[in-house]
């Protein structure tokens, strides 16, 4: 399968060592060539001497931006960087962080810690702006952005993208692309492929499907160049356009009473989830509220508003019966229906973007605490959690 060509902005490239084999020589051994490499060796800094391994755990540990700037200490560290597996363990061990996007004209991104969030003088990567390219930030999806093209009415396009690294991959062309149109990236462990997916339906309302609807599902392997169509399936999407990726499924909240479907990205195939645990006086209710997917302590998360009360529910377990737990409940009279996005969530404090700013809430108290960080602007408008990687574009194969 041929490797997609990927852009790239400008940045160091790692030192290919790999040459042809010099045949062997026998040739009397040197008594000082030894002695030259205990010399060459003590002279280099110690942390240069130490093992990959302990490398590993030390980068594991150090906030993203510190890493980023890692990469170009030396050679040996940017080809470590360099080195698929390396950059796959370390994507796992990452902590979560947020891609902000700026309210001002110019749609200025950065790249935060949540870990940093909390502290006024958390690093901030910026990153390039999508934006002016007139690219959207569609999901996240194990270090990648999912990016769509909105800037020609009738030949829009699909893109993944790796701020890290700055690579850019442009998807194989699917005619019939719009805004309505529910979309979806996904990775499968089982198979250590990511997966792009288009659900198209006939007949849609507005700007969300309000019915169950015969959904065409077609499926792009990155790596090929083919799209499959897998059939149609009758499903209810409610208004939520892109799937949340999470465990191997993409999620999707539907209607009516919060409904969370699956799409098994590995099987092709969708699944009904269990329902959370109400009364019928609380299903009523939830008819007319609105929903959030999110992830939180690694589970997945259903953030519900209902007039000015948002309840956070988490499923223990991915997709078992009576795992879905309240976890806590926030109230505030200012909230105005928007549903918050939560962030991260520690004992005792939750982080969240609420309309435009960071803040913070205490379950259980009323009021927020306003979270400023350097280098990012007090005023945003958007925000996306990502988890950054330094997996390159062109290790992805179908």
């Known amino acids: 399968m041929k490797r997609r060509k990927l852009h790239r902005c400008h940045s160091p490239s790692p030192t290919n060592t790999n040459g042809p084999l010099k045949p062997e020589v026998n040739e009397e051994p040197n008594a000082e060539e030894p002695q030259q490499q205990n010399d060459q060796h003590a002279e280099e800094p110690y942390i240069l001497q130490l093992p990959d391994y302990i490398i590993f755990e030390i980068l594991s540990r150090i906030p993203i931006t510190t890493m980023n700037r890692c990469r170009f200490v030396c050679k040996s560290w940017l080809r470590l960087f360099s080195d698929p597996s390396f950059t796959k363990t370390l994507c796992c061990r990452t902590p979560t962080s947020l891609v902000a996007v700026s309210s001002t ?152 009473n919060n409904l969370v479907w699956g799409f098994d990205v590995e099987r092709e195939l969708f699944q009904q989830f269990p329902p959370l645990p109400l009364t019928s006086e609380d299903t009523i209710l939830l008819d007319s509220s609105d929903s959030r997917l999110a992830a939180l302590r690694a589970s997945l998360c259903l953030i519900v508003t209902r007039g000015q009360n948002v309840s956070v529910w988490v499923m223990k377990d991915h997709g078992v019966k009576g795992s879905w737990n309240k976890e806590f409940e926030i109230l505030n009279e200012s909230f105005d229906r928007y549903i918050p996005q939560l962030l991260k969530f520690t004992e005792g404090q939750v982080l969240l973007l609420r309309d435009t700013q960071l803040e913070t809430h205490s379950p259980g108290k009323k009021g927020f605490s306003m979270v400023e960080v350097d280098g990012i602007p007090k005023k945003l408008y958007s925000g996306y959690v990502h988890i950054p990687s330094f997996i390159s574009l062109a290790d992805i194969r179908g």
């Open 105 to 256: 004209p110019s749609r200025d991104y950065y790249l935060v810690g949540l870990d940093e969030a909390s502290r006024p003088n958390g690093d901030v990567l910026e990153l390039c702006s999508y934006s002016r390219e007139c690219l959207d930030i569609i999901g996240s999806c194990n270090g990648f952005l999912f990016l769509y093209d909105s800037a020609l009415i009738d030949d829009h396009r699909l893109y993944l993208s790796n701020p890290i690294t700055r690579e850019r991959l442009a998807l194989p062309k699917y005619d019939g692309l719009n805004i309505d149109t529910a979309l979806g990236f996904g990775f499968s462990p089982a198979s250590n492929v990511y997966k792009v997916f288009v659900f198209k339906s006939e007949e849609q309302n507005g700007d969300f499907r309000d019915e169950y609807n015969e959904e065409e599902v077609v499926v792009l392997t990155v790596g090929s160049s083919v799209w499959r169509n897998i059939g149609k399936y009758s499903v209810y999407f409610g208004n939520t356009e892109y799937g949340f990726p999470f465990n191997g499924f993409l999620h999707w909240v539907g209607r009516p």
